[in-house]
């Protein structure tokens, strides 16, 4: 078949700029062919390439003791003992999620479960943080049903446990959805595999489903804003089939044991092209395709369909030659496809035969190593105006508003579509704070959670990026795990405005520090640019995933308030009401600054509840809704009342950091002030739970009434 | 008392039935679906949760067809005992060796959630640790658990003692409120909810522990 000629239409519609053209001829000497460019804009587009992020990203911290492997992999990898790993990431899939909701987010779950059992690891948890737009907005619903089951429909088939996450609303997610994907396996330290290839003239191996046309350009979509014709983008969405993933994990781990797999490789954005080209890079060596070996599904493709097809459920791995009988039989076993396609290369080159024409004939290094890289422009988010004037607002009056809204409500609607259970190991189901699955025939466990205040991060970059990585500490301190890194979704608008950019980098910086003086560090990570609609962004949203350890399951802080404990609040509460909940639900207010975050006192506080866990019954993390929320949720959780000394406004509503909530009973709680009063924790009593009504100072209602309001609150964002 | 566990590829409660045998004392073997025989010293054969092949057409219709589930359906004719939770109760209609046929659920959502269940008989190994009534909470997860049976044949299974089962409070839609039923000579059960998900403190609840002890005994005693 005849390719297209190059023009500068073309070109363009490959996302490729000018410059960056340029710089493509200056690499291969020549023009290129139509394979061949697309190639190049597989590579080099934002969502692969991190052309605008990668500055930036290299400043995070990555390393610590406990870290196996960082960033560049599938996965990170931390260490937990006892000759194991938890291997995890966070990727989002936001693009293809707006367009086709069902089956852009499962195709998210696809992906990065992938990741996962790439590296060797199977997979024990998944979470999802999501982000849509304002309720009332005609695509809201839409997309909500269609995100949560499109996510049940693959975790659910392929079996693992979904175990938490996020959902929030707000405008400014009308035109770009969010849907971050975390999933985590369990791998043995002396079983991990990479991407590197090695060894000349090896065998590459093709594994999995076969390859169609779908997702043909997916990477490139993925880095553009939106506008009026994105229907016409639905073609470049994935559809994921689940019971193949089954299979080729089953498969994948299998053929593991064997002793076959050089280096393994899954096909995520870019399919066949991106995995070739990292194998290759990685292991310094050159790859050559016969595109005409690889299993097809569809009829008369051609080389730049097969090249940029992003079909699911596909690896590319690099054999023992001896092995191959061995490895092939692994594959049948689970009917799924296992064809050589082509082999190590000695040289720098990256050659694609189609039917014995040579198709792409490229340098392969300069691919990903000379992929355009940019300091962009970008301008200091300007500090807030500070906060005027909040009314004071009837304690009951305010709760019930915070509550009753899909922010803040319960959100069993969304995790009981998810089997959250399968496995059998699951200790500590979604719904409140983190989640926590159990080491397989172990006493151990590993808990999960991910946060981000996307208001916090508007208004104030840094301190916005600290506080997310602050609170998923925090929530993970609260049932009683260590903290132990961190993967990072970066969720942002257009990186060529130097507002955004600076967002960006704003958020960078908070998230580096924090994760440096927590010692969580980002072990991986994903950066999604161009969320914008005709121009609008959205709020920046860097979402942080994060893994802690419980050596003991004895060590896990997971009990319930009872009648008579003492309510106490750890850390200092000055009543911060700047982009607070509260405004922004019941003054519809987004002003003030968002919330300093003291990492000394984050680190000395977090460390002070581990320390003395068999004090505590039950705690939780105060963060969005401040005291108010958080002591709510505790007596809803415990179906006993609250009773809370104050009704003041800022102290029952502000979200200072560096906060717990903690119930306990009365000696207990003398006990855990003089451990606090030691090392000059402020510490204090701020109620009791008991009876069957929340009172805040004078004002009071019925415990039953507000968890009607609380348990239905959801509702209106998906009837 | 020998257990083993079919493992069509696209189980993923195998693992999860496995240990709740053995917690109860069973030795237990994993059967791959491509096998054409049971080993035949079984004493029960479980048919786990999952997804057998996908079930993107209707569930368990394709495990109806594979090898093993053909040596499954002697095994149970020659009078052998039997479990099949969720999906393998999805596959044990689907082979006729249970009544009746499980639907999309009534929301039309996928559900997990722990539920009460009531026990509406005992005499059968699956159920002699229970008492006749008893409430007990057990995790449902399923997409189509929306058991569905004539009138007639509600009424026989009925009449012959041969509900397991019932919702407290109907989640799917299931004909009779049926959450399990077993077969005519009380030697095969099939269920929705998931038992061996609630056989360990960790799970938060331990009434399925009853079911698998329960069983083992009387096979071990007969």
Aim: include cysteine; aromatic fraction near 6%.
């Amino acid at each position: 078949m005849q390719e297209p000629k190059i023009t500068e239409d073309l070109i363009s519609a490959h996302g490729l700029k000018p410059d960056e053209y340029d710089l493509l001829l200056e690499i291969i000497g020549r023009e290129p062919t139509f394979t061949e460019l697309g190639i190049f804009s597989a590579m080099w587009n934002e969502h692969c390439s991190y052309k605008s992020s990668k500055k930036w990203l290299r400043t995070l911290p990555t390393e610590g003791p406990q870290v196996i492997c960082g960033p560049g992999e599938n996965a990170g990898i931390v260490d937990i003992g006892d000759g194991q790993a938890v291997v995890f990431k966070m990727e989002s899939h936001n693009h293809p999620s707006y367009i086709e909701p069902y089956q852009g987010a499962a195709t998210g779950v696809g992906g990065i479960l992938r990741d996962v059992f790439t590296m060797g690891a199977r997979p024990i948890a998944a979470m999802n943080s999501l982000s849509f737009g304002e309720i009332d907005h005609p695509k809201t619903k839409q997309l909500v049903n269609g995100v949560v089951e499109g996510i049940g429909g693959y975790g659910n088939c392929f079996g693992v446990p979904n175990v938490g996450g996020e959902v929030r609303f707000h405008p400014a997610y009308n035109g770009n959805c969010l849907v971050n994907a975390f999933a985590a396996g369990l791998a043995d330290t002396d079983k991990i595999f990479y991407s590197a290839a090695s060894g000349v003239g090896m065998p590459v191996v093709y594994l999995g489903a076969k390859t169609g046309r779908d997702g043909v350009g997916g990477a490139t979509m993925a880095s553009a804003e939106f506008d009026d014709t994105i229907e016409d983008k639905r073609p470049t969405v994935q559809v994921g089939d689940p019971f193949t993933e089954k299979r080729l994990m089953e498969a994948t781990l299998e053929l593991m044991q064997t002793g076959a797999v050089i280096s393994i490789q899954d096909m995520g954005a870019a399919g066949l092209t991106c995995s070739a080209v990292e194998m290759g890079d990685k292991g310094g060596l050159g790859v050559k395709l016969n595109l005409e070996d690889v299993p097809q599904r569809e009829d008369n493709m051609t080389a730049y369909e097969m090249m940029l097809s992003e079909s699911q459920e596909r690896m590319l791995m690099v054999l023992k030659p001896e092995k191959e009988a061995e490895a092939r039989a692994v594959f049948e076993k689970w009917d799924l496809d296992f064809a050589i396609v082509g082999e190590t290369l000695a040289e720098d080159r990256f050659l694609i035969m189609h039917n014995g024409e040579v198709k792409a004939d490229l340098p392969l290094s300069p691919l990903s190593g000379r992929a355009p890289e940019y300091d962009r422009p970008w301008v200091e988010t300007p500090a807030v105006e500070p906060l005027s004037d909040v009314p004071e607002i009837d304690a009951i009056d305010g709760l019930k508003a915070l509550i009753g809204s899909p922010n803040y409500a319960a959100r069993q609607w969304v995790y009981e579509q998810y089997d959250h259970m399968v496995m059998a190991d699951t200790v500590r189901a979604p719904g409140l704070g983190a989640g926590i699955v159990r080491v397989h025939g172990t006493d151990k466990a590993i808990a999960f959670t991910s946060d981000v205040t996307p208001r916090y991060v508007m208004a104030n970059p840094f301190e916005g990026g600290k506080q997310a990585v602050a609170e998923a500490y925090r929530n993970l301190t609260a049932v009683g795990a260590k903290p132990l890194a961190t993967t990072d979704n970066l969720n942002f608008g257009n990186p060529e405005k130097p507002e955004i950019m600076g967002q960006l980098v704003g958020a960078i910086k908070g998230i580096g520090e924090a994760v440096a003086a927590l010692d969580v560090p980002i072990v991986s990570g994903n950066v999604s640019l161009y969320n914008e609609t005709d121009g609008q962004g959205i709020l920046p949203t860097p979402t942080i995933g994060a893994v802690g350890l419980l050596d003991s399951l004895d060590d896990m802080i997971d009990g319930v308030a009872r009648d008579g404990h003492v309510a106490m609040v750890i850390g200092e509460t000055t009543g911060h009401l700047g982009q607070s909940a509260l405004l922004a639900e019941v003054f519809n207010r987004e002003d003030g600054d968002a919330p300093q975050v003291d990492l000394a006192a984050e680190k000395k506080h977090g460390d002070f509840i581990r320390a003395n866990r068999e004090l505590i019954k039950a705690c939780s993390d105060l963060s969005d809704g401040g005291l108010a929320i958080a002591a709510f949720e505790m007596a809803e959780a415990g179906g006993v009342g609250v009773s809370l000394d104050t009704a003041d406004t800022p102290t029952l509503f502000g979200e200072d950091q560096a906060r717990y909530l903690v119930a306990c009973n009365f000696d207990q709680a003398e006990a855990l002030m003089i451990e606090a009063g030691k090392l000059g924790i402020p510490i204090a009593s701020v109620g009791r739970f008991t009876g069957d009504t929340v009172k805040m100072g004078g004002s009071e209602a019925p415990l039953d009434e507000l968890a009607q309001i609380f348990r239905t609150g959801f509702d209106q964002a998906h009837r | 008392m020998k257990a083993g566990v079919i493992v069509f590829p696209g189980s993923n409660c195998d693992r999860d039935l496995a240990v709740a045998f053995e917690r109860a004392g069973a030795q237990v073997s994993m059967i791959w679906h491509k096998e054409t025989e049971l080993p035949d010293d079984l004493d029960i054969v479980g048919i786990p949760g999952g997804f057998s092949f996908g079930d993107y057409l209707r569930c368990g219709a394709i495990a109806a067809q594979s090898p093993i589930t053909r040596s499954l359906i002697r095994h149970t004719e020659r009078g052998g005992y039997a479990m099949g939770i969720c999906n393998g109760f999805q596959v044990l209609t689907e082979t006729g060796i249970l009544p009746g046929a499980l639907m999309r659920n009534a929301n039309l959502k996928f559900i997990c959630k722990p539920i009460e269940l009531k026990v509406e008989n005992t005499d059968c190994a699956f159920l002699s640790g229970y008492s006749q009534g008893q409430e007990i909470t057990v995790p449902i997860a399923h997409h189509d658990g929306n058991y569905n049976v004539t009138d007639e044949k509600l009424a026989q299974l009925r009449d012959e003692g041969r509900i397991a089962f019932t919702y407290c409070d109907n989640p799917n839609g299931s004909t009779g409120d049926i959450a399990g039923v077993i077969s005519k000579n009380r030697r095969v059960l099939g269920m929705m909810p998931h038992p061996e998900r609630c056989v360990d403190d960790r799970h938060g609840g331990t009434d399925g522990v009853a079911m698998f002890r329960s069983l083992v005994d009387s096979v071990v005693a007969a």
